[in-house]
């Protein structure tokens, strides 16, 4: 152990976050004089033309939206070491629907989860006596309200659409939730569920304030990492739709003279999962284009909460009349919720 | 010889843990054998809700996190 703790050179761990938020805070400040400086005058685009309109947005966008993730994701990894699905499952089992199932949606939210999890997570609900509409409000509201796409949506959009987004998610996964477990579907959980005894497990290794710092930083470097791509072509084609898309062609698709518009905005959110990182950039150029608010929101919702791998996992432990329910309901409630915003912002 | 078990169904975080294992086993030098569970089934008897889940010699050490190399070596050293 000595020898492999010798070989780093040693940090104090409080000197590299003081530095490491000092530089994040310069990089702000210098994000947009940078970015109009090298548009306008490094490249000499005229700040009337299209072009320059939409290279400026591009280059101020790009910093902004990656320095964000990692201020914002290093903290909400470090805030959520502190929450475990067994904390959840403890707080879940036993209640009534109701509370157990709007507590249930609340603490999707903050507890990290990730598809591949959602079968052992599926299981170790039930196991533990959480009802199955309990389970399913968390199983719908924690892929839906995740940081990435907050901060995207924070980010790009503003915090009015943000807190509707966050909200409505809430509502679709209590509803989903409450009505599922109306419905007494347990039966069309596959057999073997209710068969295996799930042992629970007592993780002795407390991880020190050091340790959660680290691992934060760490699944941070991991998910920007991985979006990262996503966040530059998304914010690409954002700007090409800025500068070059005519208003009027989207307001004629997308608007609220096409009443097909958000269910077929939800279809097409499927198979976009998990690229609520390069989605969300498109959809706040659309949302400048005239794209309604309500169409907008039902799509990166679908976007989140639908995904066709995770159906894919979950047909394990459901039997297809289950997995049909849970997708349905949940397509209904972000439908509704499409409407409902476009009318009330109509 | 320990035992160490990857419990996940295969996902990307599953596979860069069972990789920090081998490298800190070779870090160790210490024998061991690695396995990967990848039924949903025994994951759940295991009491592991969040993937990866990482096991030694039949105990869960950590759920839910790729953990680096240099701590699953000093996990194996201590037990």
């Known amino acids: 152990m000595t020898t492999l703790a010798a070989r780093r050179v040693q940090v104090p761990l409080w000197l590299t976050v003081v530095v490491g938020s000092a530089l994040w805070l310069v990089a702000w400040f210098l994000a947009l004089p940078l970015s109009t400086w090298v548009a306008f005058d490094v490249l000499g685009l005229d700040q009337a033309s299209q072009l320059g309109h939409a290279v400026a947005f591009f280059l101020f966008d790009v910093p902004k939206v990656l320095l964000l993730l990692t201020g914002i994701v290093t903290l909400v990894s470090f805030l959520r070491s502190f929450v475990s699905p067994e904390k959840v499952r403890a707080a879940l089992a036993g209640r009534n629907a109701v509370v157990g199932t709007a507590a249930a949606a609340g603490f999707g939210i903050v507890t990290p989860f990730c598809s591949c999890s959602a079968v052992p997570l599926f299981i170790g609900f039930l196991e533990a006596g959480v009802p199955l509409g309990v389970t399913f409000a968390f199983l719908v509201a924690s892929p839906m309200v995740n940081e990435v796409a907050i901060v995207l949506l924070w980010g790009l959009v503003g915090p009015q659409l943000t807190i509707a987004y966050v909200v409505a998610g809430l509502v679709v996964a209590v509803f989903a939730g409450l009505l599922i477990g109306r419905l007494g579907l347990e039966r069309y959980v596959e057999d073997y569920v209710w068969k295996i005894r799930a042992g629970s497990i007592d993780v002795d290794f407390r991880p020190t304030l050091a340790d959660r710092t680290r691992d934060a930083w760490r699944s941070t470097l991991d998910i920007v990492g991985r979006v990262w791509p996503y966040v530059i072509a998304g914010i690409g084609l954002g700007a090409v739709i800025h500068g070059f898309v005519p208003t009027e062609l989207v307001v004629q698709i997308g608007g609220r003279g096409n009443p097909l518009a958000v269910p077929a905005l939800v279809a097409l959110g499927v198979p976009l999962y998990s690229n609520a990182a390069g989605t969300i950039p498109i959809i706040e150029a659309l949302l400048g284009k005239g794209l309604p608010v309500g169409s907008a929101l039902a799509f990166m919702m679908a976007i989140t909460a639908l995904s066709l791998p995770e159906m894919v996992i979950l047909r394990k432990v459901m039997k297809p009349r289950l997995l049909a329910t849970f997708v349905g309901v949940v397509a209904a409630g972000i439908v509704a919720i499409g409407y409902l915003f476009n009318l009330l912002a109509g | ?79």
């Open chain 2, 1 to 79: 010889m320990k035992v160490i078990e990857v419990l996940g169904p295969g996902c990307n975080n599953c596979q860069r843990l069972e990789a920090n294992a081998r490298e800190a086993v070779a870090q160790t030098g210490i024998e061991a054998e690695i396995r990967h569970v990848t039924d949903y089934a025994e994951i759940a008897q295991r009491g592991v809700m969040n993937t990866p889940g990482l096991v030694i010699d039949g105990r869960v050490v950590s759920t839910g996190k790729v953990v680096a190399p240099a701590t699953i070596a000093v996990w194996l050293q201590e037990g």
